[in-house]
Structures are given as structure tokens and as C-alpha cells.
């Protein structure tokens, strides 16, 4: 299944409130699809800088955007209680107008939990968690009373009202990797995001994001469901091993090799103008777009490419 091709950006609240929503607003009237905000208690590539917290920068910048679909890229399960998560997300559904994206992933960032004192779970509790986690967010936002017993979190007669603006529930986005948060993903993803690993060359890390694409898949077939009811997102972060923004033929290539191997919906990051002054890496930040760049994808690549 061939899906309409999506782009998104992702922005660092690492600037003033003033300064994200004018980010915002420009890119609501540029027509980009979505934007997206962190889940990090600090900004993990700076801890030193200033950084606002995503949850609640989110439901503020749904009031000042008007089109464009938002959500966090993506939410740390090991930073929240699933059952309070879910009545955070209901509440941005309704402030947003029914514009809700709601990611989710099993976290990782060290400073999220050396500075928060919250444990910093080994890779397979974390995915267990994300499993469950999942499965209470799922449920709360699709009934009117919960109650679920896990390992990990338990929900008692658990009530949400009202309902979501989204029926039957916001779109679920599940960050995944492995095997194990890769098959949570085909069972409960309505987007399944990837990112590449870090250090690999152009060729592996569009081999890797083909392999886990069979993979999710497979994982369907497994459980009987259609995988092309899942959209395939890929974050095209500072670390991935190529610059698509040199020139328009080099995007044109970055989005035509990604979209032969399945992915159809890409994210990319908005770093700050002033980065670089600010101590980022340079390749890092020549990995990412700026003003200039977004306007001219929105204006003339992005239509051309749709077309």
C-alpha cells in the first residue's frame, strides 16, 4: 500500500515562548503536516540550556496553531503514569481541535533519569514497560472505564470523560527499534516511527530502516492485521549519516530512496539558527533545516515531489 506522502518537523524548545510560537505559527502557514516538540527533562545534546517542558508547551502551541497536527517525538514512558498520560493527551485532543499526534517510546536519554531520580530501566524492562504503558493509553482513550492489572502499572475503574475528539482514539505513533517494541508497534501503532542507529553509512542505515520494515511486517502477518493500516514514519535526526539539505536533487534522492524501501511520512529537525555560536556540532547542525531551507521545501520541493 502506497501511502500520500507526509512531512513533518520537529522542533527543540530550547528558545523563548515567543520565539516557538512564531516557529510554530510559520510552520502551520508554510503547510508543513505536523510539528513536534521533545520529552526530555533537559535538551539531551545541550543539558545546560534552556528547555521547556513538552507536555505543556504542547497543549500552549495547540491554542496558537490553527492547522497543522502536533504531537512529542515522542513521549518517554519511563517519565509518566500511563493513566495520567492519557487524560494529558485527551485534554490536548480538545484544546487542538482533534490535532493530536500521540507518540510514544520506551526512553532511554541518561539525563532524563540521572536528574529526575527516576530508575533508568535495562532495554528489555523497558520495553515490557512499553507494552504495558501502551495498553493502558490505548484503552483509556478508547473506553469510558478502565481497569488493567500488569506487572508494572495497575488502573482501577478508571474513569475518562469526555471522549477524545478523535475516534476512535488519537493516532498512536510507537518509536521502535527491536523485535520486542517492534511487535507493539503492529499491535497497537496507527504510525510506527524509526530512527537509523548512529554511526552507520548512507546505505546501511536505509538497508537497516528496510530491514525493520519487513520486520513490522511479518509482525502483522503474525497477528492477523493489514500493515498497511500502519504509517511509516522515519526521524531524519542530526546523527543520521547524510545531509539531504545540500540541494533540492539531494532531497529528491534522500526522500526517493526512503520511500522505495516503505517510508512515507518524514520528520525532520528545526535547530535554532544560533547553534552553531551555541557550541552544536557542525555536521549535526548541517544535518537539520533552517528558516530558509523549510520555506523553500514548502514552497517548490515538497509540492513537486507530491505531485
Known amino acids: 500500500m502506497t501511502r500520500e506522502l507526509r512531512f513533518g518537523v520537529a522542533t527543540l524548545q530550547n528558545v523563548p515562548w515567543n520565539t516557538l510560537v512564531e516557529r510554530w505559527q510559520y510552520l502551520d502557514e508554510l503547510g508543513f503536516d505536523s510539528a513536534w ?87 528489555p524492562e523497558r520495553a515490557a514497560r512499553l507494552r504495558e504503558f ?22 482501577e475503574d478508571a474513569e475518562m470523560h469526555p471522549a477524545p475528539v478523535q ?30 542507529e548512529e554511526d552507520l553509512t548512507p546505505r546501511e542505515a536505509l538497508e537497516q530502516t528496510a530491514e525493520r520494515n519487513r520486520m513490522l511486517d511479518d509482525y502483522c502477518a ?36 526512503y520511500r522505495e524501501v516503505g517510508i512515507d511520512e518524514f520528520i525532520f529537525y528545526w535547530l535554532r539558527e544560533e547553534a552553531l555560536e551555541c557550541g552544536y556540532d557542525r555536521s549535526m547542525v548541517e544535518r537539520s533545516a533552517g528558516r530558509a531551507t523549510l520555506e523553500r521545501l514548502a514552497g517548490e520541493v515538497i509540492p513537486a515531489l507530491r505531485r
Open 134 to 155: 501502551t495498553e493502558i493509553v490505548d484503552q483509556l482513550l478508547r473506553n469510558e472505564v478502565t481497569t488493567y492489572r500488569g506487572r508494572y502499572y495497575q488502573v
Open 37 to 123: 516538540v521533545a520529552d526530555h527533562f533537559v535538551n539531551p545534546f545541550s543539558p545546560s540550556e534552556p528547555f521547556l517542558e513538552g507536555w505543556t508547551l504542547l497543549s500552549a502551541l495547540a491554542t496558537q496553531t490553527q492547522r497543522i497536527r502536533l504531537g512529542t517525538m515522542v513521549t518517554n514512558s519511563s517519565l509518566h503514569n500511563p493513566a495520567v498520560l492519557a487524560k494529558q493527551a485527551l485534554t490536548v485532543d480538545h484544546v487542538s481541535g482533534g490535532r493530536l499526534e500521540l507518540g510514544i517510546g520506551a526512553g532511554g536519554a541518561p539525563p532524563d533519569h540521572t536528574m529526575t531520580g527516576i530508575p533508568d530501566y535495562d532495554p
Open 222 to 257: 503474525q497477528i492477523g492485521r493489514d500493515p498497511g493500516e500502519i504509517t511509516r514514519s522515519l526521524l531524519a535526526w542530526p546523527f543520521m549519516p547524510e545531509t539531504p539539505f545540500d540541494s533540492d536533487d539531494a532531497f529528491h534522492e534522500f526522500i526517493g530512496r
Open 167 to 196: 475516534k476512535p482514539r488519537p493516532p498512536l505513533m510507537i518509536a521502535a527499534l527491536g523485535p520486542k517494541t517492534l511487535r507493539i508497534a503492529a499491535e497497537y501503532a496507527d504510525s510506527w516511527n524509526f530512527i537509523p
